[in-house]
């Protein structure tokens, strides 16, 4: 039997679409959560972008760089949408671009006012800072800290658009035809494991390090730079499984793997430093160094 290649799609530019106006000519099923899109039972579906134009800076997705088209039922396409606003306006608000950028500035702000926090109710997210403060005696000191915090990225939220990107470009790499329901491949939830996530004042972490430096000869699969950098993400391989990592908005990175068992790559990592204090805990953030940044430094070999 002679193996097939995969059938890659519509591309134009960078841009890979397995959307048509057709549904019987687009993807079999939804890529997020396996419904077959097709026949009489099958619920509405919509084009979707695997990265939202709304989610990097306006004008950024100019140009064809890289995304992925496809069809989506209409739930998951919404879900996502939802969840997607919510991550944009906070990596946007975050971002250190926004200090060299007025672009990018102009849109934080923008987002920042026309956007509610999903879990503090009538706040918008340009209020959403936490104060946070702190008091405790060391000894015969006693000690107060008053700190404002930025507005803290909503859990769920992060973990929904993270699972979507990554189910997108697993499906884009595994699927050998999208028109064939038996030859797509879907990423279930329960193999997808989320890590951590690092703000980029501490992409220095060194649990981040050591595991960008555990997998650096693994096979790399995928390493997309798109929205001028406002989107990153990686995938590679091992008798392990897969590891992948995002950047968005030059504000946060998150790493995880694909796997149906634990991941070694994951255990037994350095100390990350946190200190005990009287309502929690809490850690210096470490910035990373540009010569030892390899996260996103894979070359895809075939
Ligand atoms: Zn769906």
Not at 81 to 87: L, P, Q, S, W, Y
């Amino acid at each position: 039997m002679t193996e097939r290649a995969p059938v890659l799609g519509k591309q134009t530019g960078q841009t890979i679409s397995w959307h048509a106006p057709e549904v019987e000519r687009s993807n079999a099923c939804c890529v997020y959560c396996g419904v077959s899109l097709r026949g009489p039972d099958a619920p509405l579906s919509d084009k979707e972008h695997l990265i939202a134009r709304n989610f990097v800076p306006t004008g950024t997705m100019g140009g064809q760089p890289f995304n992925f088209i496809f069809r989506a039922c209409r739930q998951c396409n919404a879900r996502k949408a939802d969840a997607e606003r919510h991550v944009s306006s906070v990596t946007l608000f975050n971002s250190p671009a926004r200090l060299v950028d007025d672009r990018v500035n102009d849109i934080a702000l923008r987002k920042g006012r026309g956007d509610y926090h999903p879990s503090k109710k009538g706040v918008l997210i340009q209020e959403a800072h936490e104060n946070l403060s702190l008091d405790y005696s060391l000894g015969p000191l006693s000690v107060k800290f008053g700190m404002v915090a930025p507005p803290q990225l909503d859990k769920n939220k992060a973990g929904e658009v993270a699972f979507s990107h990554v189910q997108g470009l697993f499906t884009l790499i595994c699927t050998e035809d999208y028109r064939d329901p038996l030859k797509m491949r879907l990423l279930p939830q329960e193999q997808f494991i989320w890590y951590d996530w690092y703000a980029f004042d501490d992409w220095g972490n060194p649990q981040a390090l050591e595991i960008a430096n555990r997998v650096n000869d693994w096979e790399c699969l995928a390493n997309i730079v798109s929205a001028e950098g406002y989107f990153k993400a990686t995938l590679r391989r091992s008798d392990e499984g897969w590891f992948w990592a995002l950047e968005w908005n030059r504000q946060l990175r998150l790493v995880g793997g694909i796997s149906s068992s634990s991941m070694k790559v994951f255990e037994k990592l350095p100390d990350e430093g946190w200190v005990l204090t009287p309502s929690g805990r809490m850690r210096q953030h470490v910035p990373h160094r540009i010569e030892s940044d390899q996260l996103f430094a894979g070359v895809v070999s075939r």
